[in-house]
């Protein structure tokens, strides 16, 4: 009978703890810039290079479909003869 009794109070502290808190599950939430608030110099240098880094990246594959798209118009030039040139030209460019 002892066990059914410990069991009985847990749950009534539980109880109290879930009706006592009164929040809306905000307890573990912080600001977006609280997550750095440790993070010395050197953290945030490599953050910044990160995030430079991650933008290039991602403009790169639409920069390469352009390009590729502008190689790929100039094989169906109607002159065959100039199509290394102009290949060559617009790759210089």
Same mark, same amino acid.
């Given at each position: +009978? /002892? #066990? &059914? !009794? $410990?069991?009985?109070?847990?749950? =009534?502290?539980?109880?109290?703890?879930? =009706?006592? #808190?009164?929040?809306?599950?905000?307890?573990?939430?912080?600001?977006?810039?609280? *997550?750095?608030?440790? /993070?010395? $110099?050197?953290?945030? /240098?490599?953050?910044?290079?990160? &995030?430079?880094?991650? +933008? !290039?990246? $991602? +403009? #790169? =594959?639409?920069? *390469? &479909?352009?390009?590729?798209?502008? %190689?790929?118009?100039?094989? $169906?030039?109607?002159? %065959?003869? &100039?199509?290394?040139?102009?290949?060559?030209?617009?790759?210089?460019?």
């Amino acid at each position: +009978m /002892a #066990s &059914t !009794a $410990g069991r009985g109070e847990d749950d =009534e502290r539980e109880k109290k703890k879930k =009706e006592g #808190s009164g929040n809306d599950g905000d307890a573990g939430k912080l600001p977006f810039l609280g *997550m750095f608030r440790y /993070a010395d $110099g050197v953290d945030k /240098a490599l953050m910044a290079v990160g &995030t430079v880094a991650a +933008m !290039a990246n $991602g +403009m #790169s =594959e639409p920069l *390469m &479909t352009v390009v590729f798209s502008a %190689v790929i118009d100039c094989f $169906g030039g109607d002159d %065959v003869s &100039t199509v290394l040139h102009r290949v060559s030209k617009l790759i210089l460019n």
